[in-house]
């Protein structure tokens, strides 16, 4: 089964601001482009006003592995739920994550904050789950609560969707520059942005309104 490039955005990072709707939101709908290079495209969202959903990837050195896919997509209370097929496989998958997206900037892998916060002082959580429909096989992802505390430490723990279990990971916290913090564990490291004091977000897990 095939699905691997969205699975890894949507797992490989860090593990929501919208409005409630039945079908869109508004900052959310367009299109978004994320580079390899200055000039080369490495993949794209893009969400329709009529709750169409796409997802392009590209790989010039290896074409017949990229993704494309469409479907349709719903987004409310921060989170997508897309239901899409993919031209190399004959499944139809769900995908649901919470996601961030403003004028300029989209992530399909933030954490928000659970109730308020105070910079990145908080807790924060996420979700990104890959479902292949009529499949019985556990579904892929995974659930992230993140609490960032004042005494510049942190806990970090991600809940498989798979039914393995939870790992935690823990650490230390530290300013970078204005809105950027970057994180110490004892199993990774994170440089994290918190944008318009929203949502925190990886930095190689943001697309831009294209």
């Given at each position: ?5 969205l699975?890894?955005l ?13 079908g ?15 000039t ?53 998958a ?19 904050a ?79 942005d918190?944008l ?10 943001v697309?831009?309104?294209?």
């Amino acid at each position: 089964m095939h699905f691997r490039s969205l699975l890894v955005l949507l797992i490989g990072g860090t593990l929501l601001n919208a409005c409630n709707s039945g079908g869109t939101n508004d900052a959310l709908v367009g299109a978004w482009i994320r580079m390899r290079t200055p000039t080369q495209m490495r993949d794209r969202y893009v969400f329709g006003a009529d709750g169409a959903f796409a997802f392009d990837e590209n790989k010039p050195g290896d074409p017949q592995t990229e993704d494309h896919m469409t479907g349709t997509y719903t987004a409310a209370n921060g989170v997508v739920t897309a239901t899409a097929s993919n031209t190399l496989t004959p499944y139809q998958a769900r995908v649901t994550f919470s996601y961030y997206a403003n004028a300029t900037q989209f992530s399909s892998a933030a954490l928000r904050a659970a109730t308020g916060h105070e910079g990145i002082v908080g807790r924060w959580t996420g979700i990104r789950k890959l479902e292949i429909l009529g499949d019985s096989g556990p579904a892929s992802g995974a659930a992230v609560d993140a609490e960032f505390r004042a005494d510049a430490t942190y806990r970090w723990t991600v809940t498989p969707f798979d039914g393995t279990d939870a790992v935690t990971d823990q650490g230390t916290w530290a300013l970078q520059t204005d809105g950027t913090f970057h994180t110490t564990g004892g199993t990774s490291t994170y440089t994290l942005d918190l944008l318009d004091n929203e949502a925190l977000v990886d930095a190689p897990y943001v697309w831009q309104r294209n």
